[in-house]
């Protein structure tokens, strides 16, 4: 984890009760006495994201309708963090203009660059209804619709066109791409992730599958999956790249680098991939700029 990470020490639920006391419900001791809450169930990991959210950045509410992705606090601070390395040192611009790609329901992308560098973010969406959401969330707490804006992408053909305005300049963009290429895919991932968690994994249908760890079919999955998308990203990028610093790309798949890479080299871009680390779980960052 990213040593500016404020989450990589043990959760405090002691405090995160105080500040949200719903989560008091899923909270109890684990096989080595520490509390801790089931990860396999969407509901804890939702009540621990909003305490996490609350408590450490200062929102006032924040909420995610039934199905959508929940996704990990920790994890996201931390492409946070790398992003703000890969900007100019010294330099830097006193404002800093970032976009989330599929910024989802949650919006915890913008979200969290707001609160720990006080960037400017937009975050895009095809998903109407989670376009509506992440409105919400912002206009929950005070203030960050001054920082935050979201914008709907009603060209699903396109990632940056129809979303960058003409003289508009991002510091970079950013995105969590959908990583499976099905349905099926995705569940079969689930599958792996509830072994990973062992006994405190319970045994459950494809339907609980999909309702206890949320996610809609966009922020799954696409044709392609992951690799497919990334490349198509990257192509795209070169319509955009005087209005862009640095584009960026979470990447789960460490066998899609190579595909990645031939793609920026065949484009001239300059490249570089940041891994990153959060307990047994593994994965990258890759960030070109023309």
Known sequence: MHPNNIHAAPYNFTALIKTHPPLQEYVYKGQAGLDTVNFSDNKAV???NKALLLHHYNLTDWNIPPYYLCPPIPGRADYIHHIND?????????AIKGLDIGT???????????????????????????????????????????????????NHAQIFEEIIKKGEYFHFSMCNPPFHTSEEEAVKGTLRKLRNLGDEAPQQTKKEIVLNFGGQA??????????????????????????VGWFTTLVSKKEHLPAIYKQLDKLKTTHTTIAMEQGNKQ?????WKF
């Open 86 to 94: 890969l900007l100019p040192k010294g330099g830097k611009p006193s």
């Open 104 to 154: 989802g329901a949650n919006c915890v992308y913008p979200i969290l660059a707001t609160r720990i560098h006080n960037w400017q973010m937009v975050g895009v969406d095809i998903n109407p209804a989670a376009v509506a959401n992440a409105i919400k969330n912002v206009n929950a707490t005070e203030g960050l619709k001054d920082s935050i804006e979201i914008r709907y992408q009603g």
């Open 46 to 48: 939702l009540h621990l």
């Open 283 to 287: 994965s990258r960052i890759v960030a």
């Open 218 to 243: 966009n922020e799954l999955w696409c044709n392609g999956g992951e690799a497919l998308f990334i490349k198509r990203m990257i192509k795209q990028s070169v319509l955009v790249k005087s209005q």
